[in-house]
Each structure stands twice: as C-alpha cells, then as structure tokens.
C-alpha cells in the first residue's frame, strides 16, 4: 500500500523543522522552533543536544498531527561531536560544525600519528573541522568526559533519532565529515581508528539514507504524541539531504545552500571528484556517487549582522537593497566574520567593507553585503569540478529576489529558487525515502527562473577580480589585526 503521510525532520542550526509531507511529496504542514548556540569561549560553539529533542517535540505537537504517520525520516547538520554517556544522556554540550576550538598546533599533532595516506583514506584535504581533531581535543582538556564515554555521534539528526530508536546510526555523508570514514569503502576506517587510539565500539552504524533504523519507541512516541512503532529512517545530513531535494543528484545540476551557513555543491561519481580536492568530498547519503561540497561560513549569518548592526529587520534589508540595484554602489565587503571554510581554510581571515564613501547609507551596504554573499558563492564554484548553466538556490536566504538575481549576474548560470527553498533539505530526505515506502516525490510547481543580465556581466567581472584580490589582502592582514 502506497504511503499516504510522511514526517521528516529537519534539525538545522537554528532551528528544528517538522513538515509533514502528503504521499506525492507536497508539503501540508510545516512548523519549527529556535536552536539556541553558546560560545562559552572566543571561537567555540556549542549546543545542548537535548534542546534538539526538545525542539523537535514542540515543533511535531504544532502540527497536530490528525492522520496516520507510514514513515518518519530525518535531515540536520553535520560535523558535530557528540558524547554519551551509558544512559544514552548528553555527557556535554555538542560541539559544532562551525566550532574553531583546534588549532594548527593540535592538527599537526594528531597527524604525526596518522596513517601517510589519511587524505586518500578519507577523501578529503586535513582540516582542523574534522571530528576527529576535537575528539582529540576533549581528551586533553575534558579526560573525564572521554572516559565515561559510551557513545559518539556527529549529526545533530542522528541525536533525535537515537531518543526516537534506541539505535546510534550516521548516514555516509556525515560520516565522511568526521575524518574517521573509509570514503571508497564506506566503513570506519581500523587504521585511522588504531592510530588515534578510538574504539570503534563507541561509533555508530553507518547505514544509507533510506535505511530503517528502527520502530519509534513508545515513550518518544507519547513525547511526540504520535502511535509507537512508526518506521524511523536513517535520512542524511544537510549537504546530501539538499542535494537530492534541489534534484542536483544529477550530474549536470549542482545547488547552493544559502541558510546560517552556505555551501555550493555537485553529485558525480568517486572518479570525477578525484579526491583529495581543494573541496570537500562527501559520500553520496544513497549510492554510489560522491558530492563535491565547498563550504562558507557566513551566509544568512552576514545578513543578520547587518540587520542586527543597521537595527533594521532582514526583510527590511532585503528591500532596501533592492532600491540601490539600479545603480549599484561602490561599496565591497567581505564575509569572513568568523573565518572561511572555503576555497580556502582559514579560522583567523576576517570580514571587511571596502569602497567605502559618505554618501553611503544603510541601503548601499546592504547591498554590497548580498553581492559579497554572491561573490562567495562564485569563489566556491570556480572551486568544483564543474561549469554549469544552472544553479539551483536553497536556504531561507535564496527566497530574496534581490539575492538570487546578484548570484546569476555573479556566475553567469541560470539561477533556479524552488517555491518553497526553506524545505528542500526536509525534501531531500523525503526524495530518498519515497522509493522504500511506495511513495512518489513531485515538487511543487512554480521555481522562479532567474537568468544573468548580460549588461552587468562586466561589472561583475571586474568586482570579482577585485573581491578576490581584497580576500588575499584581508589574509595577509590577519597577524597585524
């Protein structure tokens, strides 16, 4: 019997989703509730995994939720760490993806100890965001912590579905972000894992997207106030989940990602990537296939600082923004407020305006910060094995109309924006459960098109020249600042 209702969660960095999908893939309900982020230090960040469950209960109870559920999956960031204790409890706060605690000192450290062929093994570059450098970290300065351990995970999904199943899985995708994973083969990799001394009894099962995790236990089902014993799947993290909710599985289609964080990717297979690359590589959450994902740090997290800076609101910004794009201004910024990820790694680099002049208000820096966004963007796309003629936005910042139509000029591809861009990561995990639960999976109809105007393509050209050579300048700046 086809599936006639599916629960996905989605829990992001900010905040946790719930949307509950009808048996074609069409969106009926949708809710969500915040995800607060600590910095108990400079350069930490932290969350309380439990507020993830917490959220995720609030945000299902908003649903209310009045037919039967065939199947529940899930989608949420990636590159956390985790710790357990043997009640399955959080022994400490989860450290993030974005979290700069390791330094270059530690990375060399650890990598004394390491295999020769660590990057060919995992598939990607080193790189201090790696799980394994933090778990290095804790046992150094939280030894009691890693001794109680029991448990580690590194989705913040994977965090839910354990309070949901009983069961610690990962999804290949976010496996491969923790720098302990065996791209070709897909498995925890014993060399690595032998040579930082880590048990592979404290990791969880990596298992496919689509994969069954196990029944919805009944206490999470009464939590929840759903009937015990649903289906819970594995789903994928955020990079993977996007890919196949914007369809860029596709060889030819890759997505840009544009929420807290941001990213550009593009699905291929192992050979084409040929890893280690300058961008990171992830084990596709289904198949055999890779996704070749270049990472930045500030997306919509540019955007609020500025509305937060400005005192204006971001829909307000967006607006205003709009005004100035007839005579673009003078104004350049650079969005590295809390380093960079990609196409470069580097934690310490910060953000600037440039071209600066009086005449400048609130409404031309708004706009120079969407165009630094759409800069980004193109930096991280010259970084991929690929030249497409489009681009498909995703994100709660790709719905400004402003936005998507600075990253056509930028990169010159036609740009893509699904009518509802905020869920298509929820989307992608319902993509690749559709085929295991006899569901379809047909979007909405009604992506806005956004094609480049030829008369700005100049303009773009000469201030991309000048972004990049301002981001080697702002690097260079760093030890003085």
Known sequence: MAAERVLIVDVGTSSVKAVLFDGHGHALRVADRPVATEAPQPGFAEQASGDWWQATVEAVAELAIDHAIDAISLSGSMQNVIVLGRDGAPLRPAILYSDARVDASRVAAVGEGLPADFEARIGNRIDPALCLYRLDWLHDHEPEIM????????????????AMTGRAVVDPSTATTTGLMNLAGRNWDATILGAIGLSPALL???????????????????????????????????????AWGTASEAHDRPHAYLGTTGWIAAAMPLETAAPPRASYTLAAPVGNDVVVISPFLAAGLAIDWFAHVAGRSVPELYGAAATHDAEPPSALFLPFLIGERGPFIDRAVRGAFLGLDRAQQTEALAYAVLEGLAFAIRDNLDALPVRPRAIVL????AGAAVVAQLVADVTGAVVEVPPESRLVTAYGAYRMLAPVIGATSAPEAGSRIVTPRPERAGRA????????GATEAARSLTADL
């Open 147 to 162: 001794a109680a351990a029991s448990r580690i995970l590194f989705g913040a999904k994977d965090a839910v579905i354990l």
């Open 204 to 242: 969880p099962d990596i298992l496919e997207a689509d994969a069954l995790a196990g029944p919805l236990l009944p206490g999470a089902a009464a939590a929840l106030g759903l009937p015990a014993s649903i289906p819970v799947h594995v789903g994928a993290g955020d990079g993977g989940a996007t």
């Open 394 to 397: 995703a994100g709660g910042v």
């Open 461 to 468: 050209a000469r201030r991309f020249t000048a972004y990049r």
